[in-house]
Nanobody
Framework: VQLQASGGGLVQAGESLRLSCVASKNIFSIYVMEWYRQAPGEQRKLVAKIFSGGSIVYAESVKGRFTISRDGAKNTVYLQMNSLKPEDTAVYYC???????????WGQGTEVTVSS
């Protein structure tokens, strides 16, 4: 699976961004698609994930502000980020796990910078 992430940028605190992750195959056939982020000097952390059946999980730090969604016609998973905070600054990566126990496929990162 090839993944292409986009949508990052520089915004002020309180503003919004929408990230996109285009997959090279039918996203509904992929067991789970995820968004991670990695801030400077920190480990990569899960932000949100959506399972093929539609279940969604969010990190506590983004609940109520971020929304993960998908468009099967475009093979795209989105991450709508509202009420952005400086602590959301990171490189955001999309990840696909096609099946339980399979290897992960990572897209290139897209950088999000939130100024105070």
């Amino acid at each position: 699976v090839q993944l292409q992430a986009s949508g990052g940028g520089l915004v002020q605190a309180g503003e919004s961004l929408r990230l996109s992750c285009v997959a090279s195959k039918n996203i509904f056939s992929i067991y789970v698609m995820e968004w991670y982020r990695q801030a400077p000097g920190e480990q990569r952390k899960l932000v949100a994930k959506i399972f093929s059946g539609g279940s969604i999980v969010y990190a506590e730090s983004v609940k109520g502000r971020f929304t993960i969604s998908r468009d099967g016609a475009k093979n795209t998973v989105y991450l709508q980020m509202n009420s952005l905070k400086p602590e959301d600054t990171a490189v955001y990566y999309c990840n696909a796990l096609p099946r339980v126990g399979s290897i992960n496929f990572w897209g290139q990162g897209t950088e999000v910078t939130v100024s105070s």
